[in-house]
Every structure is written in structure tokens, then in C-alpha cells.
């Protein structure tokens, strides 16, 4: 007897045990090459079980057919509602994203209360996340991670979908903040500060950015396109909210030593006055 859905190829490190009750009876099966399937009955355990062995075989594409041909013959069963199941894991594996999503989609449709819609909300969601690609280039697939990532840990609380779903909420922010920095770093360069700055400040603005890793860096960039634009007092607010948070961040030692070129100090401003700016920023 065999149990379970394997888990997918989590690329994070992090594996799950995803259990989803689909008790199969291994039948024998021959052949090594791809078989052509044409529509013809035959028993419903025979097709369901023989596309699971071309799972555990890693033959994706095989597997689909089988698992498609158990949809066909016998759908709204509860063997149909294993197979597409089957089917979001296999074109998952086989790096056929679309398809994934596609088949979780009608899963979703044509079972909206079952037990595995957990499971087909959180691999439409990985089907985003495993195409999101470096900061230089379009953050459409980062986007709609985050928002399946979301609705997973919202509808499943305390599952281990939710759980790993809150993981990937963390690294895409950090992707996406990742994204307004390069585009500030961009406008910098180019000379257009006003625009820099305001890429710089959404990192800060943002509830979820400000946890990132690219928190420092947007600070010391305020610090830095402030003094271009003249605005010394603001430069001087900012790097002391740098230093009240990131003291230790080189950060920090790069905005010290640009302030007092200007003759300012950072660490001069009233304490309470920082913590208060810090709360209205980042808060607590």
C-alpha cells in the first residue's frame, strides 16, 4: 500500500510531507517507451496506478497521460479528483508551469471543499515562485507569488502549506524590494534624484520591505540623494534612524562619514526625536 502525494522539489531547502490520502494498489506494468494512450475502458485502478509508477520513475510526461486518461474516463470521481492532483505535481516537476497552474485551477473549480484545494492554491503559488527572476528584469512572476503565497497562508492557517508559504512571503519581499532599489540605483546614476528618491523611500514606506535585507542601503541612499538635493536636515534624519537601527552596518559608517564631510552629526539629533521618526517608519 502506498500513501501520499510526493512532496515537490523545494528549491528553498525546505521538504514537506504532503499527505493527501490517495491510497493506491501498485499494478504491474511493462514497456520503457512512452505509450500512446488511446480511449478504450478498461479498469480505473489499472490506469490511475500505472501512471503512478511513471511518477516514482520521473517519467513526468507519461504520467500525465495516464493520470489525463483516468479524468477522461471516469471525472467527478474520486479517482479524477486524485489524478489532477497527480497531474499539478507532474507537469510541476517537468518545469511545465502553466500546465501546473491550469490543472490546480480545475481542481479548484471542481472541488472547492476538498482537502487538496490546500494543495492546488500552494502549487499554483510555487508555480510563480519558481520563475521569478533577477531584479533586472520584470517582477510580474515575484507579484503573483506574493499574492498566492498570501491567499495560501490566509486560507490555511497553521498548515504546512502556510507555513512554508510564509518563508517565500519574506524572501519575494525581499526580491521586490530588491527590484525599487536597482531602479533607484538606476536614476541615481543617471542623474534624476528626485526620482531615485522616491524608489528609495517605497522601500522604507513599506511595512514588509522595511523587514528586508535592503533596509540599510535605502536609508543610506535617502541619506545620500538628500545632500545632493540640499536638504542636509532630512539627510540628518535619515542617517540617524540608520544609526539608531544599524549601528554596526557599514551602512551607517559610509552615512557617518558623508554627514560630517557636510558638517553634520548624525548621532547629535535628540534621541526621542529619532525614536519617534523610527516608529512612524518602521514600526515596532
Given at each position: 500500500?502506498?500513501?501520499?502525494?510526493?512532496a515537490?522539489?523545494?528549491?528553498?531547502?525546505?521538504?514537506?510531507?504532503?499527505?493527501?490520502?490517495?491510497?493506491?494498489?501498485?499494478?504491474?506494468?511493462?514497456?520503457?517507451?512512452?505509450?500512446?494512450?488511446?480511449?478504450?475502458?478498461?479498469?480505473?485502478?489499472?490506469l490511475?496506478?500505472t501512471?503512478?509508477?511513471?511518477?516514482?520513475?520521473?517519467?513526468?510526461?507519461?504520467?500525465?497521460?495516464?493520470?489525463?486518461?483516468?479524468?477522461?474516463?471516469?471525472?467527478?470521481?474520486?479517482?479524477?479528483?486524485?489524478?489532477?492532483?497527480?497531474?499539478?505535481?507532474?507537469?510541476?516537476?517537468?518545469?511545465?508551469?502553466?500546465?501546473?497552474?491550469?490543472a490546480?485551477?480545475?481542481?479548484?473549480?471542481?472541488?472547492?471543499?476538498?482537502?487538496?484545494?490546500?494543495?492546488?492554491?500552494?502549487?499554483?503559488?510555487?508555480?510563480?515562485?519558481?520563475?521569478?527572476?533577477?531584479?533586472?528584469?520584470?517582477?510580474?512572476?515575484?507579484?503573483?507569488?506574493?499574492?498566492?503565497?498570501?491567499?495560501?497562508?490566509r486560507?490555511?492557517?497553521?498548515?504546512?502549506?502556510?507555513?512554508?508559504?510564509?518563508?517565500?512571503?519574506?524572501?519575494?519581499?525581499?526580491?521586490?524590494?530588491?527590484?525599487?532599489?536597482?531602479i533607484?540605483?538606476?536614476?541615481?546614476?543617471?542623474?534624476?534624484?528626485?526620482?531615485?528618491?522616491?524608489?528609495y523611500?517605497?522601500v522604507?514606506?513599506?511595512?514588509?520591505?522595511?523587514?528586508?535585507?535592503?533596509?540599510?542601503?535605502?536609508?543610506?541612499?535617502?541619506?545620500?540623494?538628500?545632500?545632493?538635493?540640499?536638504?542636509?536636515?532630512?539627510?540628518?534624519?535619515?542617517?540617524?534612524?540608520?544609526?539608531?537601527?544599524?549601528?554596526?552596518?557599514?551602512?551607517?559608517a559610509?552615512?557617518?562619514?558623508?554627514?560630517?564631510?557636510?558638517?553634520?552629526?548624525?548621532?547629535?539629533?535628540?534621541?526621542?526625536?529619532?525614536?519617534?521618526?523610527?516608529?512612524?517608519?518602521?514600526?515596532?
Open positions: 500500500m502506498r500513501s501520499s502525494l510526493p515537490p522539489k523545494f528549491r528553498t531547502g525546505l521538504v514537506l510531507a504532503l499527505v493527501l490520502g490517495s491510497t493506491v494498489v501498485v499494478a504491474g506494468c511493462s514497456g520503457r517507451d512512452r505509450p500512446r494512450l488511446a480511449y478504450e475502458e478498461r479498469p480505473v485502478e489499472a490511475y496506478n501512471g503512478y509508477q511513471r511518477l516514482e520513475s520521473k517519467r513526468w510526461a507519461d504520467a500525465v497521460d495516464y493520470f489525463q486518461e483516468v479524468e477522461r474516463q471516469h471525472p467527478y470521481s474520486e479517482w479524477s479528483r486524485r489524478a489532477i492532483l497527480m497531474q499539478i505535481y507532474a507537469y510541476y516537476q517537468n518545469n511545465n508551469y502553466p500546465e501546473a497552474q491550469a490546480a485551477d480545475r481542481f479548484i473549480q471542481l472541488f472547492p471543499g476538498n482537502s487538496g484545494a490546500a494543495y492546488a492554491y500552494y502549487m499554483k503559488a510555487l508555480c510563480n515562485f519558481e520563475r521569478i527572476t533577477d531584479v533586472g528584469r520584470d517582477q510580474g512572476y515575484a507579484e503573483g507569488a506574493l499574492q498566492g503565497l498570501n491567499d495560501v497562508a486560507r490555511y492557517p497553521g498548515t504546512s502549506y502556510a507555513i512554508d508559504a510564509t518563508v517565500k512571503i519574506d524572501m519575494v519581499n525581499d526580491q521586490l524590494a530588491g527590484k525599487e532599489m536597482n533607484g540605483r538606476y536614476y541615481q546614476r543617471a542623474g534624476q534624484p528626485l526620482a531615485a528618491l522616491n524608489r523611500k517605497a522604507i514606506a513599506n511595512e514588509a520591505f522595511q523587514r528586508t535585507s535592503h533596509t540599510p542601503e535605502a536609508l543610506y541612499r535617502l541619506v545620500e540623494v538628500n545632500l545632493i538635493l540640499g536638504l542636509k536636515e532630512e539627510a540628518m534624519r535619515n542617517g540617524a534612524v540608520l544609526g539608531f537601527n544599524y549601528p554596526g552596518s557599514p551602512w551607517y559610509e552615512a557617518y562619514a558623508l554627514l560630517t564631510e557636510e558638517g553634520a552629526r548624525p548621532e547629535t539629533a535628540p534621541t526621542g526625536q529619532r525614536e519617534s521618526w523610527l516608529r512612524r517608519i518602521i514600526p515596532g
